[in-house]
């Protein structure tokens, strides 16, 4: 499968745990974005990482979330200190090249709940 | 308002019916994107454009700049066609629509 593989597909964490969600981009692309949809709501834009670099992080939450895309293996999202609002589905998607008109390759997601 | 809207929210149509879905933006774009979603699953993205019109199988899209509109179209549809419709529009960091959530019936 030449796709982008999220893994796992489906994490449960109590409160106050971690949570390491990771994605591995199509072969070749080096570029990396993380999407949060929470219930009933739509998608939202978390991140996007170059391979070593954060290039845009607006849409992260200031505190307890970080991710990072190193230079060799998956692009991982860490969620530290986990509270019942993280639930959510995280999607990752990636493309070969960064700026405009890259069509993104999505993965099927983390489901993520907290007990 | 939203960035980007879609219309409808919702449709139950019956086999066979030719389906809209809408999307209208608000921001300048350098793309607009068409995914589908189904339930419990991944994404796949269906459409990519920024001017005109694309065909792929049963499903066009097409997209009016000056208007900041674009339309989903599926003929001859088929219930397995029921999803979630999303349009999202940006260059790298995607602004989504709420979604369209299709039914069709047999």
């Known amino acids: 499968n030449a796709g982008v593989m999220q893994n796992p597909r489906h994490l449960v964490r109590r409160r106050g745990q971690e949570a390491r969600l990771r994605c591995s981009p199509v072969?070749?692309?080096?570029?990396v974005y993380w999407y949060r949809q929470l219930p009933e709501e739509g998608l939202k834009f978390m991140v996007y990482?170059?391979?070593?670099?954060?290039?845009?992080e607006s849409g992260m939450p200031k505190e307890r979330f970080s991710a990072e895309f190193p230079k060799e293996g998956p692009s991982i999202l860490r969620i530290q200190q986990v509270v019942r609002g993280d639930s959510a589905a995280y999607f990752c998607?990636?493309?070969?090249f960064g700026g405009g008109n890259q069509p993104q390759h999505f993965g099927d997601g983390t489901r993520l709940s907290i007990l | 308002k939203n960035e980007v809207e879609q219309s409808p929210q919702n449709l139950t149509a019956q086999e066979e019916e030719f389906i809209t879905i809408n999307c209208s933006y608000s921001v300048g774009i350098s793309a607009l994107h068409w995914l589908q979603q189904h339930p419990g699953g991944g994404i796949v993205s269906l459409f990519m454009l920024s001017s005109g019109k694309k065909k792929h199988g049963r499903l066009i899209a097409t997209i009016n700049i000056q208007e900041k509109h674009s339309s989903l179209h599926i003929t001859a549809s088929h219930p397995r066609d029921s999803a979630v419709y999303i349009c999202?529009?940006?260059?790298?960091?995607?602004?989504f629509g709420q979604g369209t959530r299709l039914t069709i019936n047999p």
């Open positions: 072969k070749g692309h080096s570029h």
């Open positions: 998607a990636s493309s070969p």
């Open positions: 999202a529009v940006g260059a790298q960091k995607l602004v």
């Open positions: 990482l170059q391979k070593e670099n954060i290039i845009d």
